[in-house]
C-alpha cells in the first residue's frame, strides 16, 4: 500500500514539477540521517514529519513527574519569533523561498523541545510531502536552531509543588509554524 | 494650545489643602532614626516633578520623620506633610509622604489617613503600614488613600469596624477619535480619555462610576455626558489654564465640576458630574480578595473587555451574568481556577492570568449552552481551541504526540484560514463528515494527553459540538 501511495506521490509531484517528494524512509543530510514519516492529512495537501534520527526524544511525550494537568500559561513558553523567522529566511535560497511563498499553505511545522536550561533538546519539522526544501537545508535550520534559539518559562511557583511547572517535565514543547507567504511580507 | 484635562485636577481640592496633624503622643516604639529623613530626601530628589516636590518639601515636618519595619526586610519611610486643617469632624485627615524601600527597590506616595484623633494617636503606625490589610487590629473606621506626589489619585481603601470595607482604583478607557461639536458649530475629530471609578466593596458588591472624560480636540476642552455624546463645554485659554488651582467652574480655563463624596470626604473632583452606570457584568468579590488580588482581577478583566476581537466578544456574551469571584484552595493544587455557572474560585497562590481568565468566562458561556453534565474533555478542548484562536497559539495538545500536534495545527490553520478569520457556523469547523470525525478526534488526542485522574479527563461525547464557541466568535467583530 506505502509503495502503492508513494508511486501515486511521485506521479502527481512530477506532474507539477517539484523537485524533492518526500515519502515514508530516510534522508540525507550532511551529516545526519532524517526520519521521513508520511501523514494523511490535511487531504488537499498532506504532510510528512521530518526528524533527525539522532532525536532524544522521538516517540516521547511531554511528560510531568508532579502534575496531571497544567494550562499552558503556567509553563508560558517564550521564543524570539524573528530570530527563528529569520532563520528560515536566510538558509532557504530566495527563489526556493519565492515558489514557497507564492501559495499561502506552503508551510513549515515546527515542534521543538526544549530543555528546562531553555536551550534545544530536538526539533521535529513537518511540511508538504511535496516540498521543495531539501534535507540539506533542514539540516542548516536545525543546526542553527540548536545553536541560536533558547526558550524562557513561565518562573510562577506551583502550590503545592513549591517550584515553577516548566521544572517538573521531561522537557517542554513549543509548536509553531512558518508560513512562507507571511515570511515574505515582512521581507 | 494644549488644553488637555489632566485627572489631577479633580484633586485640586484634595491637594490644596494640606492638614495638619496632631503631634504623635503616644508611646508607640517605632524607630526614631535620622535615616528615615535621608531616605526620602534622596527619593525626592529623584522625582522629575520638581514644581511639586518643591511644593511639597515645605510643608514636610522633617523632624518628625520615622522608619517602619514591614514584612520582608520592607521599610516604610514616613515624614507628616502639613498644612491647612482639614475639617470632617469627628474625623481629621493626616498625610503623609511614604517612601517605600525593599532591597533595592523604591516606591513613595502620599497617604492620607482619615481616622478619628483617637484612632490616629493610638495606632498611627498601623495606619501608615496597613493600607490594604484585610482586617486591622483595632475597629478603625475611615479611608486610606493614596497619592502621586503630583496629587494624582492612586488608590484608596475604606474600613469599617476594623475590617476592609472597600476598595477604588481608577480606570481610563480611551476611545477612538469620536466628533466633538464646537461652539461655532464646527465639528472636529477627537480623541477622548474616560476616566471611571471602580470600587469594589468586600461585601460583595461593585460600582463603576463614570467620572468625567478628558478630551483633545485642537484647542478646546470637551467634556463626554453620560451618554457618551460630546458636548464642548468651554474654549480653552487665557486665565488659570490647566493645572493652576481653583479653576473651578467659571474660569475659561478648564471645566471642573461635579464630585464624589463619600464618608463625608471629596474623592474626586470630575470634568463631569458623576453618573453611575452599573457594571455590564456583576462580579461578587468574596471576602478574603486582597486588594492587591481585587485590583489584580480588575485589571485583567479590563484588559480582556478591551483586547482583542475574540476576547472583547466573550465579555459582551457574558453581560448581564452575576458571577462570584472568590480566592481558594484547589482540589488540585496546581489548578489555576474552578468554575462552577456563576462562581468562580482562583488558586489563592497564583495570579489573574489573562488567558485563564478568558478561560473560565467561557466555561460560564458553555454552562448555557450544555449545562453541567458535558464531557469536561469536549468543554475544555473547545475553550483550549478558543485561548489558540486568541492567541495565535497552537497550546491544547502541548502533550500530545508530534502527530497529533500536527493534526491540531492543520486543523487550526483550516478553519482560521491561517489565523485570517474565525469559524462562525459548524460547517466552517465540520464541512464534512471526515472533518465532524477529525474534530472528535482532535477531542479525544486532547483527553489522552492527560492522565486518567486529570481534572481535563474524561469520556469523549462525539456528539458535543463546539457551539459555544461559535456563540462567541459570532458576536465578534472578527473577520
Ligand atoms: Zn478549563
Known sequence: ?187 | MNCFFKPRLWLIVLFLTIFSCKKDSSTSTHLHTDNAGVEIRNWLALQKDSTHVGELTSHIKWAEALTLAGDSNLYYYAVPVTGSDENYSPKKICRFLIVEAQSDKSQGYLLEVLASAKEFDQHKEELIKGFANINMSFSYEGDLSKFTISGDFIESTSYVSGKLKSYSKIYKKTSSAPKAILSSGKQVNDVCTDWWLNVNYTDGTATSTYLGSTCTCGGVIASRDKIGILSVKTLCGGGGGPGSPGDGGDSPGCIHQGSSIKNNKLILAAGDPCTVEPPKVKFNLCNGLSVQQIADFQSTYNYLTTGNCLQQALTVKIEGKEINVCIGAMSDPSAIAQSTPGNLVWNQNLVFYAGTLQEELFHQVQFDYYGTNASHANVEFEAALLRDMTDHAYDALHLASSEDQDRYRAFLDRITANNTGYPKTMSDIMPTPQDEASYFSLVNAYNNQYGTGSSHHGVVDNSLKPTALLEVTNLSKCP
Open chain 1, 1 to 187: 500500500m506505502k509503495t502503492i501511495l508513494t508511486i501515486l506521490f511521485i506521479a502527481i509531484a512530477t506532474t507539477t514539477h517539484a523537485q524533492q517528494i518526500y515519502s515514508t524512509g530516510t534522508v540525507q543530510g550532511v551529516n545526519h540521517t532524517y526520519i521521513v514519516k508520511t501523514r494523511d492529512f490535511p487531504s488537499n495537501n498532506p504532510l510528512v514529519s521530518i526528524a533527525n534520527t539522532q532525536n532524544k526524544t522521538s516517540g516521547q511525550r511531554m511528560k510531568s513527574n508532579r502534575l496531571d494537568y497544567v494550562d499552558p500559561v503556567l509553563l508560558g513558553v517564550k521564543i524570539n519569533n524573528t530570530a527563528l523567522n529569520n532563520i528560515f529566511k536566510e538558509e532557504i535560497e530566495p527563489s526556493v523561498l519565492q515558489r514557497l511563498a507564492a501559495n499561502p499553505q506552503n508551510y513549515v511545522g515546527l515542534i521543538i523541545n526544549f530543555k528546562q536550561d531553555g536551550s534545544v533538546l530536538d526539533v521535529t519539522f513537518s511540511t508538504q510531502q511535496t516540498s521543495t526544501i531539501t534535507p540539506r537545508i533542514f539540516e542548516k535550520i536545525e543546526d542553527r536552531i540548536k545553536s541560536e534559539i533558547t526558550a524562557t518559562f513561565n518562573q510562577d511557583k506551583i502550590p503545592g509543588i513549591g517550584a515553577p511547572a516548566y521544572t517538573t517535565f521531561n522537557f517542554i514543547t513549543k509548536s509553531y509554524i512558518i508560513y512562507f507567504y507571511k515570511l515574505k511580507q515582512v521581507q
